[in-house]
């Protein structure tokens, strides 16, 4: 959950404040979560707020920036299905696993206008593969929380929420329908008006994050 959400935050923040070229240390710092490289004994807690300014989100999700580390806002809890064995549901949680059977077929049997060479250039090639899943419409409970009493991080919090439910997805077999949830009761519980507070502040201080995030040397 919390990595689907940071590159969902960050993607939109560059686009928003319009970075399109970046330090890869300073994409690590906003996309994965940061690095520890330096072996300095103190931290500069004025420089994390100068982070933190350029990039609200930050303080949302956090980083770790050279020997520093921006704690973040957001508690992201496990997700537990509702289940009999949990006492949340009344059934079984092994109702709930299905097993997806599935085949890449062999697309050189039907390309056109390209001569294949080499061995077993009549043979076909496929390969059938199998994973367990959770069936369709598993029901989850799962908490994400702020913890922030500023209002621009909780706003860039909510405003995150809001991206989430645009694109709700999760893991790393969403090419072939699976990770998909349904998060459409917290869609109509977003409070849309402190999500702004966030938007609006990227929008005024559109060129000082520019100038910030293109002038690092980290």
């Not at 330096?38 to 933190?52: A, G, I, K, M």
Request: glycine fraction near 12%; proline fraction near 2%; hydrophobic fraction near 35%.
């Amino acid at each position: 959950f919390r990595g689907r959400m940071r590159r969902l935050a960050m993607i939109d923040f560059c686009r928003r404040v319009g970075i399109t070229k970046i330090d890869k240390k300073a994409y690590h710092t906003l996309f994965t979560g940061g690095f520890l490289d330096q072996s300095t004994q103190y931290e500069d807690f004025d420089r994390l707020e100068e982070f933190v300014k350029a990039c609200p989100m930050l303080g949302v999700l956090g980083s770790a920036i050279g020997n520093m580390t921006i704690e973040g806002e957001m508690l992201v809890g496990w997700a537990y299905p509702l289940c009999r064995e949990r006492g949340t549901g009344d059934q079984s949680f092994w109702q709930f696993l299905d097993t997806v059977f599935q085949t890449r077929h062999d697309s050189s049997k039907t390309e056109n206008g390209l001569e294949l060479t080499g061995e077993d250039k009549e043979g076909a090639q496929q390969m059938k593969y199998e994973y367990e899943v959770f069936a369709p419409g598993t029901p989850f409970e799962h908490r994400i929380a702020c913890t922030s009493d500023k209002e621009l991080i909780t706003s860039a919090f909510v405003h995150l929420l809001g991206l989430f439910v645009k694109s709700p997805y999760i893991g790393g077999q969403g090419s072939v329908g699976n990770g998909e949830l349904n998060l459409s009761e917290l869609g109509q519980n977003i409070n849309t008006d402190l999500g702004q507070v966030y938007t609006k502040y990227l929008d005024g201080h559109r060129e000082e994050i520019q100038q910030f995030w293109a002038g690092l040397k980290m």
